[in-house]
């Protein structure tokens, strides 16, 4: 799920393998470095990751950055 607000897009994505705090701060910590990203909130319980940017992600770089954080990238919930 992507939606555009004023000039910020909010993308929802799905991963696997995060179960507890360590995990979501590994995955938030990953993809709070991509240019643009304004904030990462990652949920382990439900395997939700939100994304806030100033643009949409391209999905390789999202990938790569949840590849290096150890999980696995499903796609867009």
């Known amino acids: 799920m992507t939606a555009e607000t004023d ?4 993308t929802v994505y799905r991963v696997t393998g995060m179960s507890c705090g360590h995990c979501e ?12 990203v304004s904030s990462v909130k990652a949920v382990a319980a439900t395997g939700e990751v939100t ?4 643009a949409p992600l391209a999905e390789e ?4 950055a949840i590849d290096e954080a150890g999980y696995e ?3 867009q919930a």
């Open 7 to 10: 000039t910020r897009t909010t």
């Open 25 to 36: 701060g590994s995955v938030t910590n990953e993809l709070s470095a991509l240019p643009g």
């Open 51 to 54: 994304v806030v940017s100033d």
């Open 61 to 64: 770089d999202v990938r790569a």
């Open 73 to 75: 990238l499903v796609g």
